[in-house]
């Protein structure tokens, strides 16, 4: 077997196109997945003019002053905004090309929030030469609006309460620049009831009286119960964020674990299905097989090679994205062993293609197609897909390597329960298709 | 030339289904003898030196020797292109086991007379010097009985030639040469004895002067183009 091994690690070496392309190509597919993965798009440019004049930028209730600009903060995260000086220079940009949108706060902003009588209105202009990107640019312009919204509600929310706190225990208020002292409900009921301890009895003044205090007294329960009451109209939605099973692995490091199982699949099943194919291209399979070699051990010949490159390159691969990504290096050791697995599961598949075809060039043609569904087909989200069409994508899944390698990769690198369980899966998978293989060749070599 | 029996089958019946590709067909072979199996496509030739090299079980009947004892060389060279001559032969010498791979080497670039191609890929070889190398290949067992299927098949005149001289000398030496072809030619001019296959069946086998006698005593093909007069006594029997 040993000679085999050399004779094919020989040609491999006389092949250097054929060996830069399989390690090149998956691993340029493997990035552009990964980089697809984990990167969001860039921050869109959007025109911003801010048409309220500085001195404006404020908005006083209850003689609480609040700068609305400090509502921008989120959006211009969220966005690179590129600041213009009126609405027309904005539109003109967003026509031109230059930014892919527009937000315009026009000058009356403030004054119709101050005013409470009608709602303020900001416009936004997008760009539709690229429906994704302006999609993209209308939801994130949407959303941040949509928080500037609720966090302004909040503002006022408090003033409110302020308000009917004062209503309620009285105060001290200041409007104008003048103070004014506030009676409030309780010091009322109080004043009352000393006013009515006064009365003499029998004093149709006293269930006068009485009712007032029971109107103060009822009045103060329920604006005691208000700062819930506002609180709720403010933001009645809240959102508690729990995390289940599934771990919870970064997106970088997730693209990573993706990255590594494309490039597995693509090396590993091309040299094994290649390797296999050339002996029958080169009409060599029947000659070694006459008593040579036998077929099994031949197979294991080929499966040795294709697991141990694709281990090998698929370890440097990781070595040299851990530069950029901040990898665990302390289970590279685990990474490496859930690799050759994988590696192990894809190269026997890999010979059951080398084994259905006797050409190299069509080994090669069926293992990219047979690769690209099953790539997207694990990759394919729960609840994308009909419960029942998803069990069904599921169960393929399990029944070829790539899922499992990436779920074994996945927990290999990120850390995460049952890393035996997908290691068994992935050699009850090399099991499988070896006998796969062998009946296969049995049948048509 | 003929001895004792080095290699014999009996009764080898093949068949695909319902269609029987051999039929009861039985040979022998002796030591240094060249026998040659010859008939239209499609008679069942290349799955009798299959059967002979062990790479397809017969249905019925036996045949001598093991695989391990007969040397074989498939019609298309089965060599690997990226390596060259002398690795291509190394390699097989040592899954032969051979006691010294290296001499074996020795050995067979001096019996192809491809000794200063020794270093070039296979690949850039003529297509005779490949089928040369091929048969080399099918040698390094040392075993004593040799099977050709189609050796000079798409080889030009002059590269068939230097085959054939080849496996003159190897019957020479001793080997016995079972070979395929359907060049009547190539058959009547080197074989000791000729097989001649129909749809399966062994209708014929003799030396090839007693092949002519058969073919014109059983047709009007007296003295005219052997390969017509072969063909009319196919018929005659009806294949």
């Not at chain 1, 202009?125 to 994704?132: E, G, R, T």
């Not at chain 1, 590993?268 to 390797?275: D, F, N, Q, R, V």
């Not at chain 2, 062994?202 to 005219?224: C, K, M, N, Q, Y």
Request: glycine share 8%.
């Amino acid at each position: 077997m040993r000679f085999l091994l050399a004779k094919d690690l020989r040609i491999l070496r006389r092949s250097p196109m054929l060996v830069a392309l399989l390690v090149i190509y998956p691993v340029v597919i493997a990035t552009l997945i990964g980089f697809a993965l984990s990167r969001g798009p860039d921050k869109p440019q959007v025109a911003f003019a801010n048409l309220v004049p500085s001195s404006g930028n404020e908005i006083e209730l209850g003689g609480k002053r609040i700068d609305v600009t400090r509502q921008a903060g989120p959006l211009f995260r969220a966005i690179d905004p590129v600041r213009v000086k009126t609405r027309a220079e904005a539109i003109r940009k967003v026509r031109d090309g230059e930014v892919l949108g527009a937000l315009v706060i026009p000058a009356d902003t403030t004054r119709k929030l101050q005013a409470g009588l009608e709602p303020a209105r900001v416009e936004v202009f997008y760009n539709a030469d690229d429906p994704v990107k302006s999609r993209f640019v209308r939801d994130t312009i949407k959303s941040q609006v949509q928080d500037a919204n609720t966090a302004l509600t909040k503002e006022l929310s408090k003033v409110a309460l302020d308000f009917l706190g004062l209503i309620g225990t009285g105060g001290e208020y200041n409007f104008l620049g003048r103070q004014f002292d506030v009676l409030g409900l309780e010091r009322s009921e109080q004043i009352l009831r000393e006013a009515r301890a006064d009365l003499p009895r029998g004093s149709p003044a006293r269930a006068q009286i009485d009712e007032v205090i029971r109107f103060a007294s009822l009045a103060r329960e329920n604006l005691d119960l208000s700062d819930d009451v506002l609180s709720s109209v403010s933001a009645p939605l809240k959102v508690r964020q729990v995390e289940l099973d599934g771990g919870a692995t970064p997106l970088s490091s997730f693209a990573v674990a993706i990255a590594a199982a494309v490039s597995l699949m693509f090396i590993t099943l091309l040299l094994a299905a290649g390797a296999l194919a050339l002996e029958r291209e080169e009409n060599a399979y029947l000659r070694l097989v006459r008593g040579l070699v036998s077929r099994t051990a031949l197979l294991l010949e080929k499966a040795g090679l294709a697991a141990v490159c694709s281990t090998l390159v698929v370890t440097l691969m990781l070595v040299g994205m851990g530069l950029f990504v901040d990898l665990d290096w302390g289970r590279l050791p685990l990474a490496v062993a859930a690799t050759a697995a994988g590696a192990l599961a894809f190269a026997a598949m890999g010979l059951s293609v080398g084994a259905l075809t006797r050409e190299v060039r069509a080994a090669s043609l069926l293992c990219v197609m047979a690769s690209l569904p099953l790539t997207f087909l694990a990759l394919v989200p729960s609840g994308s897909v009909a419960p029942a069409l998803y069990e069904v994508v599921r169960v393929v899944s399990a029944l070829f390597p790539f899922k499992p390698s990436l779920n074994a990769l996945d927990v290999a690198l990120n850390g995460g329960e049952d890393l035996g369980i997908h290691l068994l899966h992935l050699l009850a998978l090399f099991a499988g298709f070896g006998v796969l293989t062998r009946v296969a060749l049995n049948r048509f070599a | 030339m003929t001895g004792d029996a080095v290699l014999s089958a009996e009764r080898l019946t093949k068949r695909y289904g319902d269609r029987e590709a051999l039929r009861e067909v039985s040979l022998s072979a002796g030591r240094g003898e060249l026998v040659a199996v010859i008939g239209p496509n499609g008679a069942g030739k290349t799955t009798l030196l299959s059967i002979l090299a062990g790479i397809q079980q017969a249905d019925e009947g036996s045949v001598s020797l093991g695989p391990r004892e007969i040397g074989w060389v498939p019609q298309q060279a089965a060599l690997y292109g990226k390596l060259t001559v002398a690795e291509n032969l190394r390699l097989f010498a040592r899954l032969e086991k051979a006691d010294d791979p290296e001499a074996e080497v020795e050995r067979m670039l001096e019996l192809t007379g491809l000794r200063e191609r020794a270093d070039d890929q296979v690949s850039v070889l003529s297509g005779g010097n490949r089928q040369r190398v091929n048969i080399a290949i099918g040698l390094l067992g040392r075993q004593p009985v040799l099977l050709l299927d189609e050796p000079s098949a798409a080889l030009d005149p002059r590269q068939r030639e230097r085959v054939w001289e080849f496996v003159l000398s190897l019957a020479a030496g001793g080997t016995t040469v079972v070979y395929s072809t359907h060049d009547i030619a190539e058959a009547e001019r080197h074989a000791h004895r000729v097989l001649v296959l129909a749809d399966g069946e062994l209708i014929f086998t003799g030396a090839p002067g007693e092949l002519e006698d058969a073919v014109e005593s059983e047709t009007s093909h007296r003295g005219s183009d052997f390969e017509q007069a072969f063909v009319a006594y196919l018929k005659a029997r009806g294949h």
